[in-house]
């Protein structure tokens, strides 16, 4: 569905036009000793992303002659309006922080040819340093370039031969907000839309995973296909701003 890219509206909180991103940055190579690693920027969200080579794969893939990609997410205690405890220091982790690293680790291992990596497995950390709305879709962008990092450094040291990412991957949010189909909402938008989105989408156009879900009111299938062609738009977006950070 064609939707008007140059509607500019002051009906969002921060003034941005109905189909535009936040200010959006990825620095690869941010921390020094993990084998792949990328700060990503969505405005004031900030997510930091490490890859790390481990030379063993779990249990349960013993002599599969196939790697395994994990990933675990987690938020700094102030990296929200009010401190929370660590989950750490209470001994369990979240419902919230399970789901959102599983889908980080399933939209990873979408894109890649696991038996290309013999078996080891790469793990993905993925650090919120501040939140504000788009945490989720933040990691699973910036965790590609720091997995796309990783990967590089065993295919220069000739411990695999062949690239095993088959398509780039990238995420973002959308939503309902004052009645508006809106693109990559922030915090002051998400506890307010009247329904969220969060969209995975692979570099060749095809749907890893969505999470819609109506907040206030259900809404209607013109509203989810503009949501997805809101999510295309800026997907296409982020694809490009990985591709830029990695030929850095």
């Known amino acids: 569905m064609k939707l008007n890219t140059k509607e500019i509206t002051n009906m969002r909180p921060s003034g941005r036009a109905l189909d535009q991103l936040r200010d959006i940055e990825l620095i690869p190579g941010y921390s020094k000793y993990a084998e792949g690693s990328c700060l990503v920027r969505f405005g004031n969200t900030h997510v930091l992303c490490t890859a790390s080579i481990d030379e063993k794969v779990p249990f349960f893939l013993r002599d599969k002659k196939q790697g395994w990609i994990t990933a675990e997410y987690g938020m700094l205690p102030r990296a929200t309006l009010q401190r929370t405890d660590r989950e750490a220091s209470k001994g369990k982790q979240s419902g919230r922080t399970q789901e959102i690293q599983r889908l980080i680790g399933r939209s990873l291992r979408a894109i890649i040819d696991l038996s290309l990596l013999g078996e080891r497995q790469i793990k993905i950390d993925c650090d919120v ?57 922030d915090y002051d938008e998400d506890s307010d839309a009247q329904a969220d989105a969060n969209f995975v989408l692979t570099s060749d156009g095809r749907i890893i995973e969505i999470q819609a879900t109506a907040e206030q009111s259900p809404f209607t299938e013109e509203q989810y296909s503009k949501l997805m062609s809101l999510a295309r738009k800026g997907i296409d977006e982020l694809l490009q701003l990985q591709r830029d950070a990695l030929s850095k």
Do not use: E, F
Not at 138 to 147: D, M, N
Not at 157 to 169: D, E, F, S, Y
């Open 129 to 185: 340093l501040q939140a504000d709305g788009g945490t989720r879709t933040a990691a699973i962008t910036g965790s590609y370039v720091a997995l796309h990092q990783a990967l590089k450094t065993l295919l220069d040291a000739k411990k695999i031969r062949t690239m095993p990412l088959k398509v780039q991957v990238a995420a973002i949010s959308c939503g309902i907000y004052q009645g508006n189909p809106v693109l990559d909402l």
